[in-house]
C-alpha cells in the first residue's frame, strides 16, 4: 500500500514567502533572494514529507502566487494587455510578467488591470482566472515545471510527482473574454501540450503525475463529459511508460462516477471525507487495474483523524482490490490546511491534542497506512484522542444543544410582516427619502492598529486603549453628523476583523499563533477553530454601540456579524453537522442582538457577507444549505420587536439563482454591492419584485477613487427605476476599513448630495 500527499502548504511556516514576495514587490530585494527563499520552503517541505514516510511526494505545487496562474503562464495564455508588460521587463523575465497578471502593472507610464479572481471551488483560497479568447492558442510558455520536477527529484528521487492542473478542470475554471466561443471546445488545442508536458517530464525520470481535476465533482453537461473522456483519451494515447493519477476532491463524483473510472489513466483520487459514501459506488463500477487512492485524512480542517473510520473505508477498499491498488492519502492538497501544530504553545493541551495540522496529518496517513498493514500497536493512541474529544466537557454543554434541539418556527419568525414593521420603523425614525448610511468600518489608519496592538501587548492598559477608541468614535461620529449621514455607524474601531472580533468572546472558539493558510497571493488568514458548543458568556458589542448612541441624536446603527459568515469564515467541528453549529451561533448573536435593543439601539446590522460562498458545489445539496442558512439569519433577527430595524450586507453580486432566499431572510433593509455592475444586479430584486427595503451600493470601496455626485445620482437614478423609490437607501458597497480618510470623506460627501439630488427628483407620492 502506498501512501501520498497531493500538495503542502506554500507560505513557510513563518509565512516566509508572504514576506519575501512583498519585500520583492517593493524593491527592496532582488530576484536572486526572492528565490532563495522560495528553494528553502521547497526543501524543507520535501524532507517533511519524506521524514513522515510519504511515497508520492508533491512537486510544482509551489507556487508564487497562484497554481492556476502558474499553468496559464506555463500554457502561454497570457492575456493581450500584458503585451507591453512582456517587452519592459526583460531583467527578471517571467516573473514580472506573472505577478503583474495577478496583481495588476502601474509602471512606466503603463496602467493595466490585475487578472480577475475567484474562489477555488468552496473553499477560502482565491485563484487567478484563466482568460481564455476565441482564437485562444496553447505552448509550453513557461518551463518552470520542468525545473521544479528536476529540483525535487534530486531530494526525493523516484518519490517525486508533479502535479498538474488537469486540462478540462483548467478550461472549465476559467472565463471567455469574447463571445462566440465555448472555452470547453479549446480542448483540442490545449491536450497536444500537455501531451509535450508530459511526456517531457517522463523523459526527466518521473514516474507519477498527478492531473487535478476537482471538476469531476461537479454537475457537468454532457459535453464537459466528453471533454473528459477526450482529453484523457488523447494523453492515454501519446503518452507511455508513466503513471497519470487523476485527483478529485470536495465532494462526490455522484454521476460522474462511471466517467472517473473510465479515464485511462492508472489510478483516481477521491475525497473520503467530504464524501465517504462514494465509496461503494467508485468500488462497484472500478475496472481492472485502476488503482484508487482513499483521501481519508481531511485536508480542510484542523482535527485530529479517526483512525478506525479511515481504517474502515481502507479495509472495504482493500477487500476490493488488494493492498496493491490501494493508496492512502489526505482528502485534498494540505494548502488549505495550517502548517504545524507542533509550533502553537498556547492551545489548551487537552484540546490541542485532538488536532492535527498539515505536518500532523501527514504522519497520520503514514500511521494509517501501518495500521492497515498489521502495525496495531498505534491504533491506541489515537482512540483515546477520538474517545476524548467525543466526551469532554469543553465540547459538550448541554443548556446550548437543549436550546437549538428545541427551536420552534417561532424562533424565526418576526411578530409581524414586512409592511407593518416598515410602517412603525417609518414612523420611528421619520428619515427622509434615499436615507444614507455606510456598512459599519471606517478608516482602521495605523494609530488605531497600533492602539490594538499595543494593548494587546499590555503596553496601554485598558483605561487608555478604551479612551483612544473613544476619542476615535467621536471623531467618526462628529463627521458622519457634519455632513449629514442620515444613520450612523460607530465606525468599528475596537475590532480587528469582523469574525474574530466575536469569536475571541464567544465560548466554544480557540485562536491559534502561527496558524495562517494562504487565501490568496500573499495574503493569509488566521481562521479561529470552534471546537466545542458556543454560548455567548457576556455582551459583545454593547459597551460601544451604547457609547456611540450616546454621542449623538441621530439613529445608532448596532453592528454584528451574521452566524452563517461566523462559520464559513472559521474551522468548524467535524463532530456535528454544520447546521447545529450554526444555530448555536445564531442564538448567541440573537442575545446580543436583543440586548443592544434592550440598550435602546433602534437599528441592527448584521452582516452575512458569507451566505453565498457556503453555496454547495452540486445544485442538488443547495436548497438544504439554503433553509438552514437562511434559518439560523432568521433566528438572530427574530428576537426583537417590530419597532427595531434589522439590516443585514452582502458584499458580493450574483443574486440571481439565490434571490428567492435572500428574501425569505426577511431583513428589514439589506444593503449590497452594485456600484461595478452598475446596478445590473438589481434587475435579480427587481424582477423577484423583492418586497423588503434595500440599499444598492453606490460606490466601490475597492479603490481610492472618489466618485462624483452625478455618477452615483445617476446610479440612483437607474436604483429608482427598478424598484420603489420608498425602498430605497444609499450607501457605499461595503465597509471602509481598508480605505485612507480624505477619499473616505470625499466620496461620502458626494454620496449625501447624490442622495439630496435623488430627493429632489421624485415626487414625494413615490416615497410615501
Ligand atoms: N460591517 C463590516 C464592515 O463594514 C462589513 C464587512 C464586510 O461585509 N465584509 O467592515
Ligand atoms: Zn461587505
Redesign the pocket.
Known amino acids: 500500500m502506498l501512501t501520498q500527499n497531493l500538495g503542502y502548504p506554500r507560505i513557510g511556516s513563518q509565512r516566509q514567502l508572504k514576506k519575501a514576495c512583498e519585500q520583492y514587490w517593493a524593491g527592496k530585494i532582488d530576484l536572486r533572494e526572492l528565490k532563495e527563499v522560495a528553494r528553502k520552503i521547497k526543501a524543507e517541505n520535501w524532507q517533511t514529507q519524506l521524514d513522515a514516510g510519504i511515497d508520492l511526494i508533491p512537486c510544482n505545487d509551489f507556487s508564487f502566487y497562484d497554481q492556476v496562474l502558474d499553468t496559464s503562464l506555463m500554457l502561454g495564455v497570457i492575456p493581450q494587455r500584458y503585451s507591453s508588460v512582456l517587452s519592459e521587463v526583460k531583467a527578471n523575465g517571467e516573473i514580472d510578467l506573472y505577478f503583474a497578471m495577478a496583481r495588476g502593472y502601474q509602471k512606466d507610464g503603463l496602467d493595466i488591470t490585475a487578472m480577475e479572481m475567484t474562489k477555488w471551488l468552496d473553499t477560502n483560497y482565491h485563484y487567478i482566472v484563466p482568460e481564455f479568447t476565441a482564437n485562444q492558442e496553447f505552448h509550453i510558455f513557461n518551463e518552470n515545471v520542468f525545473g521544479e520536477y528536476n529540483s525535487a527529484k534530486q531530494q526525493l528521487g523516484q518519490k517525486a510527482k508533479p502535479v498538474l492542473v488537469g486540462p478540462v478542470s483548467y478550461l472549465l475554471l476559467g472565463k471567455e473574454k469574447e463571445q462566440g466561443f465555448e472555452r470547453i471546445d479549446l480542448i483540442k488545442k490545449l491536450v497536444p501540450v500537455y501531451v509535450d508536458i508530459i511526456n517531457r517530464l517522463k523523459q526527466l525520470g518521473s514516474e507519477w503525475i498527478q492531473l487535478d481535476e476537482p471538476c469531476l465533482a461537479l454537475d457537468l453537461s454532457k459535453k464537459e463529459k466528453e471533454a473528459f473522456e477526450f482529453a484523457y483519451r488523447s494523453i492515454a494515447n501519446r503518452v507511455s511508460g508513466v503513471k497519470l493519477l487523476v485527483a478529485t476532491y470536495f465532494d462526490a463524483l455522484l454521476d460522474n462516477t462511471q466517467l472517473a473510472v473510465s479515464l485511462p489513466v492508472n489510478a483516481l483520487h477521491i475525497d473520503l471525507v467530504r464524501a465517504p459514501e462514494q465509496l461503494d459506488e467508485v468500488l462497484a463500477l472500478i475496472p481492472e487495474g485502476l488503482q484508487l487512492s482513499l483521501g481519508v485524512v481531511d485536508g480542510r480542517n484542523v482535527w485530529k483523524n479517526d483512525y478506525e473510520k479511515s481504517l474502515n473505508l481502507i479495509k472495504k477498499a482493500v477487500e476490493k482490490l488488494g493492498t496493491d491498488r490501494v493508496l492512502v492519502a489526505p482528502s485534498c492538497s494540505l494548502l488549505h490546511s495550517p502548517i504545524d501544530l507542533d509550533l502553537e504553545t498556547a492551545i489548551d493541551p487537552e484540546i490541542k491534542n485532538w488536532m492535527a495540522f498539515a505536518k500532523q496529518k501527514l504522519n497520520e496517513v503514514n500511521e494509517i497506512k501501518q495500521i492497515a498493514e498489521g502495525n496495531n500497536g498505534l491504533l491506541q493512541a489515537n482512540k483515546k484522542a477520538i474517545e476524548a474529544r467525543r466526551s469532554s466537557e469543553k465540547v459538550h454543554k448541554q443548556a446550548v444543544k437543549n436550546r437549538v434541539a428545541a427551536i420552534t418556527e417561532a424562533d424565526a419568525a418576526r411578530t409581524s410582516a414586512f409592511p407593518v414593521r416598515q410602517q412603525l420603523q417609518h414612523e420611528r425614525f421619520n428619515l427622509p427619502a434615499f436615507p444614507t448610511t455606510t ?3 471606517f478608516p482602521q489608519t495605523d494609530d488605531i492598529r497600533q492602539l490594538r496592538a499595543k494593548f494587546k501587548k499590555g503596553e496601554l492598559n485598558v483605561v487608555q486603549y478604551e479612551n483612544a477608541i473613544e476619542l476615535a468614535t467621536i471623531d467618526a461620529i462628529r463627521w458622519q453628523e457634519e455632513i449629514g449621514l442620515d444613520v450612523l455607524v460607530h465606525g ?1 474601531f475596537e475590532r480587528n476583523d ?1 469574525v474574530e472580533y466575536f469569536g475571541e468572546q464567544l465560548d466554544g472558539f480557540l485562536f491559534t499563533k502561527n496558524g495562517w493558510v494562504q487565501s490568496y497571493g500573499s495574503r493569509c488568514v488566521k481562521p479561529p477553530v470552534i471546537y466545542g458548543d458556543v454560548s455567548r458568556p457576556k455582551d459583545m458589542t454593547v459597551r460601544w454601540s451604547k457609547f456611540a448612541a450616546a454621542q449623538t441624536d441621530k439613529p445608532m446603527k448596532g ?1 454584528l456579524t451574521g452566524p452563517v459568515t461566523i462559520l464559513q469564515w472559521s474551522f468548524v467541528r467535524d463532530d456535528q453537522p454544520r447546521e447545529v453549529t450554526t444555530n448555536q451561533i445564531a442564538f448567541a448573536i440573537r442575545d446580543e442582538v436583543v440586548a443592544l435593543e434592550q440598550a435602546g439601539i433602534g437599528i441592527i ?1 448584521i ?1 452575512e ?1 458569507a451566505i453565498r460562498e457556503g453555496l454547495p458545489l452540486r445544485k442538488a445539496k443547495r436548497p438544504h444549505y439554503l433553509d438552514w442558512a437562511v434559518g439560523a439569519f432568521r433566528i438572530t433577527a427574530s428576537g426583537v420587536q417590530d419597532k427595531t430595524q434589522i439590516h443585514t ?1 452582502m ?1 458580493y453580486s450574483e443574486f440571481n439563482d439565490i434571490i428567492e432566499h435572500i428574501a425569505a431572510m426577511d431583513a428589514d433593509v439589506i444593503t449590497i454591492e452594485t456600484s461595478r455592475s452598475q446596478m445590473e444586479l438589481l434587475q435579480a430584486f427587481a424582477h423577484f419584485e423583492y418586497p423588503n427595503e434595500i440599499g444598492p451600493g453606490v460606490y466601490d470601496i475597492h479603490s481610492p477613487r472618489v466618485p462624483g455626485t452625478e455618477e452615483m445620482a445617476s446610479l440612483l437614478a437607474k436604483a429608482a427605476d427598478l424598484l420603489p423609490a420608498r425602498h430605497l437607501w444609499v450607501n457605499p458597497d ?4 481598508t480605505r485612507k480618510w480624505p477619499e473616505t470623506k470625499a466620496a461620502l460627501i458626494n454620496m449625501v448630495a447624490a442622495a439630496k439630488e435623488a430627493r429632489e427628483q421624485i415626487s414625494t407620492a413615490e416615497v410615501i
Do not use: V
Request: include cysteine; proline fraction near 0%.
Open positions: 456598512i459599519g468600518s468599528e469582523m453592528m446590522q452582516d457577507a450586507h458584499c461595503c465597509g471602509l476599513k
